[in-house]
């Protein structure tokens, strides 16, 4: 497999899986703005070889489809997968271990490879300044590296083998970080660097923490992966390259032979600037915020390196690859982490974190004459504790009964829960608790509610298709219209204020009540734009599902609580756009404008 980036792009380019722009392209939104446009056609890989401010080229869009994924790692996936299965379920191993002696040897041979000591000849030190800095949303709070691979160690068991490789991005230019000394690492808490950085906290002491951009692509997706306990990410790094991840200590951080660029630094305890906004993976900014600023250490470069990025943004995006890639290595792995569960699916279009599709098994009531959900919501309170999982807003659950069903058919998996949920029992809310960092549609920052949606038995009724008549005709409802089988979309006017959305949907609720029986049509979703929201189904899982808090925005017709619990005969989640949001994501026109050269008849883009 590849030893460098560089052996990566000249494969991928005798493939024509690579095209090379040489003109002077603008790192201020142009490259961004050609790499979504390529993205979005399924479109090759991108080496830019002209930066303007930098002398370094940049690729981006490796990752850009699954089958191009996938090939770069077609001499060494098989052996990877069987190896991460092993840690999985180790009893395969037992039970046939002549089978599996190879993965074994494959595994202990991908071990990481110190190199002697210092610096090595093949990097030179060089400047933050001297990087590409690639700015890509229009109101981003500077420039971001947005494929780095962070590393820190344990402060309590130093040591390669204990140390934490994570993708968190990284500020190296704009607010008030001084240039060429301070950059900002934006990370969440449970996460491995954060776990590290309150351990040196405690003790008193700075995290050294090194930064590696590029290297063999095999690197870059080690980053991102959730591993079995035990197998390190540097470890799982050597596995999938087909070598051993090499590597020094030059005054005392780690230092990749492999990687690219380093930036080495530390992270003082309790000391922190503003970082964003920043255009994130749901779709919208993550607004400005205090997190760990790093002093910069040194700076240094492979010679010729090649700076890789992406562009994140309303998905799909590239990083949609990243999640396909996980799934395909690690899928089997939730069933041995949560038992009884057979599925666990994290909703790309609605930002991935935000919404989970799962299927569970059902053995508790298999006699009962009314079937309901009860080993279901041992399995969801489980899959909620689950390690990023845990960051769900809103958890679909089932289980399969007389028919095979998939979570990732997304539309039929919500049409067969909508067909058997019976909403005056099968709502459990989590109030008060953890979202993700990044999602502002709840009560302040980390903070907001959760949402269990449990169903399960024989199908109750058949789902509306149409806008039933009796809605058509009701003055309070704006623009209906079908988003899919019982779901409906309805326009409400400008989202004030939650006290005032407590009277709007009051006036809504009764209204409804009293005018008809919306049993075919158990979901509404009061939303800005009808059109928009049933347009695609991509729409409705993002609008939908990013917009809304489900302690906040869900009500519903004939609403009542007995003993604590909450139920009702139709819900409406109201996922209008809500003054304390973030902003969505827009391209800048001027921008979209100039890169049209490049798309043109005589375009580099449009030639290749």
Same mark, same amino acid.
């Given at each position: 497999m590849y030893q460098s980036l560089q052996e990566c792009i000249l494969d991928l380019e005798q493939q024509g899986e690579l095209i090379r722009i040489t003109e002077e392209v603008d790192p201020y939104l142009e490259m961004a703005a050609i790499h979504l446009k390529v993205y979005e056609k399924g479109g090759p890989a991108i080496l830019f070889e002209n930066i303007k401010g930098s002398k370094y080229p940049a690729v981006s869009n490796l990752f850009g489809t699954i089958e191009r994924s996938k090939y770069m790692f077609r001499k060494t996936w098989g052996q990877t997968e069987n190896v991460i299965q092993l840690r999985n379920d180790p009893i395969k191993a037992l039970r046939q271990p002549l089978k599996h002696v190879q993965s074994g040897l494959a595994a202990s041979k991908a071990l990481p490879l110190k190199k002697g000591k210092g610096l090595p000849s093949h990097l030179e030190e060089i400047t933050i300044a001297d990087l590409p800095h690639i700015h890509h949303w229009p109101d981003d709070g500077g420039a971001f590296v947005t494929l780095p691979q962070v590393y820190s160690e344990d402060p309590d068991k130093p040591g390669i083998m204990n140390a934490n490789l994570g993708m968190y991005r990284v500020q190296i230019s704009g607010n008030d970080y001084e240039p060429n000394k301070e950059v900002g690492i934006h990370y969440q808490i449970h996460r491995g660097l954060g776990v590290h950085q309150t351990k040196a906290t405690k003790k008193g002491e700075p995290l050294k923490v090194s930064i590696f951009i590029g290297g063999p692509p095999s690197h870059t997706l080690s980053a991102v992966m959730p591993l079995p306990e035990g197998l390190s990410e540097l470890t799982f790094a050597g596995l999938l390259a087909g070598r051993r991840f090499r590597y020094s200590y030059v005054d005392g951080y780690c230092v990749s032979h492999d990687a690219d660029f380093v930036i080495t630094g530390e992270i003082h305890p309790n000391e922190t600037k503003p970082e964003g906004p920043f255009g994130d993976h749901l779709g919208y900014y993550s607004l400005t915020h205090p997190f760990p600023m790093m002093r910069v250490h040194k700076v240094y470069a492979r010679k010729n390196a090649i700076w890789p990025f992406t562009v994140v943004g309303r998905p799909p995006q590239e990083d949609t690859s990243f999640g396909e890639l996980i799934h395909e290595l690690t899928g089997d792995a939730v069933k041995q982490q949560i038992p009884g569960v057979k599925e666990v699916h994290a909703v790309d279009a609605s930002g991935v974190h935000p919404l989970l599709f799962a299927i569970g098994s059902e053995r508790y009531t298999p006699y009962e004459e009314v079937k309901r959900p009860s080993e279901l919501m041992t399995i969801a309170n489980n899959v909620l504790g689950t390690g990023q999982l845990s960051l769900a807003k809103y958890l679909f659950i089932t289980a399969e009964d007389k028919e095979p069903i998939s979570t990732h058919d997304e539309e039929r998996f919500l049409t067969y829960i909508l067909e058997r949920i019976d909403l005056r029992r099968d709502l459990h809310f989590q109030t008060n608790t953890t979202i993700d960092t990044?999602?502002?549609s709840g009560t302040g920052l980390n903070s907001g509610s959760k949402v269990i949606i449990a169903a399960y038995g024989n199908k109750k009724r058949e789902l509306c298709t149409t806008i039933p008549k009796a809605l058509e005709e009701l003055s309070i409802v704006h623009n209906p219209s079908i988003v899919l089988? #019982?779901?409906?979309?309805?326009? #409400? %006017?400008?989202?004030?204020?939650?006290? /005032?959305? /407590? *009277?709007? +949907?009051?006036?809504? %609720?009764?209204?409804?009540?009293?005018? #008809?029986?919306?049993?075919?049509?158990? +979901? *509404? *979703?009061?939303?800005?734009?009808?059109?928009?929201? @049933?347009?695609? +189904?991509?729409?409705?899982?993002?609008?939908?599902?990013?917009?809304?808090? !489900? @302690?906040?925005? *869900?009500?519903?017709?004939?609403?009542?609580?007995?003993?604590?619990?909450w139920g009702c005969d139709t819900m409406i989640i109201d996922a209008r756009m809500k003054p304390h949001h973030a902003p969505p994501?827009?391209?800048? !026109?001027?921008?979209? /404008?100039?890169?049209v050269r490049f798309f043109s008849e005589d375009g580099t883009i449009k030639r290749s």
């Open positions: 990044l999602d502002y089988p #019982g779901v409906v979309a309805i326009e #409400g %006017t400008e989202f004030l204020s939650y006290e /005032q959305a /407590q *009277i709007e +949907l009051e006036e809504l %609720t009764t209204t409804l009540a009293s005018n #008809g029986d919306w049993s075919s049509c158990p +979901l *509404i *979703i009061l939303c800005d734009d009808s059109k928009f929201l @049933s347009e695609t +189904l991509s729409n409705f899982l993002w609008a939908t599902f990013t917009r809304s808090n !489900p @302690s906040h925005d *869900i009500y519903g017709v004939n609403s009542y609580y007995e003993f604590k619990h994501l827009i391209s800048d !026109p001027e921008i979209e /404008q100039s890169i």
